[in-house]
């Protein structure tokens, strides 16, 4: 009897993910995640984070397709003050990057840098959204962590 199998010639495995963090900082599982890593910070406070996530899409969808949602995204958010949107290259890979501020119903207002960069991989495209998270309280010393880890951001080739 045939079978199909993941990962198999059909179904190719997602792209292998890596990122530098900072002493302080550690790896963390997340649901709905493939990679997380966050500055513990207590039960009564917000813990600056970054986490990783992939989503398969048709091979038609690009980096530009990528931003474009992205940007759609950032723009319906409930009160949403835009910072800076801009392509960059991280190691020579291609990203866009959004960094924006909102107030987030289980959080309150939480600054964001979220950067997606859109991977062929056989008969898909895997868009890699990485997204760092911290609070106005600490936003000062944790958006320099979290840009730096965001940008050591690799994708092995697949």
Same mark, same amino acid.
């Given at each position: 009897?045939?079978?199909?199998?993941?990962?198999?010639?059909?179904? &190719?495995?997602?792209?292998?993910?890596?990122?530098?963090?900072?002493?302080?900082?550690? &790896?963390?599982?997340?649901?709905?995640?493939?990679?997380?890593?966050?500055?513990?910070?207590? &039960?009564?406070?917000?813990?600056?984070?970054?986490?990783?996530?992939? #989503?398969?899409?048709?091979?038609?969808?690009?980096?530009?397709?990528?931003?474009?949602?992205?940007?759609?995204? !950032?723009?319906?958010?409930?009160?949403?003050?835009?910072?800076?949107?801009?392509? !960059?290259?991280?190691?020579?890979?291609?990203?866009? !990057?959004?960094?924006?501020?909102?107030?987030?119903?289980?959080?309150?207002?939480?600054?964001?840098?979220?950067?997606?960069?859109?991977?062929?991989?056989?008969?898909? #495209?895997?868009? !890699?959204?990485?997204?760092?998270?911290?609070? &106005?309280?600490?936003?000062?010393?944790?958006?320099?962590?979290?840009?730096?880890?965001?940008?050591? #951001?690799?994708?092995?080739?697949?």
């Amino acid at each position: 009897m045939p079978q199909a199998s993941f990962p198999g010639p059909s179904f &190719p495995a997602y792209p292998a993910i890596t990122l530098e963090y900072p002493e302080g900082w550690e &790896p963390r599982p997340v649901v709905d995640a493939v990679l997380a890593v966050l500055d513990e910070r207590g &039960p009564d406070a917000f813990s600056p984070n970054v986490v990783v996530g992939i #989503t398969r899409a048709g091979r038609d969808v690009t980096l530009s397709t990528a931003a474009d949602a992205l940007q759609t995204e !950032v723009a319906g958010l409930r009160e949403v003050a835009p910072v800076d949107a801009a392509q !960059v290259s991280f190691d020579g890979a291609s990203w866009f !990057v959004s960094e924006f501020a909102y107030v987030s119903g289980a959080a309150g207002t939480i600054m964001q840098v979220v950067a997606v960069a859109a991977v062929g991989n056989g008969p898909f #495209t895997d868009v !890699v959204r990485v997204t760092g998270t911290a609070s &106005p309280a600490d936003v000062e010393e944790s958006l320099p962590v979290i840009r730096r880890i965001i940008a050591s #951001t690799r994708i092995a080739a697949v």
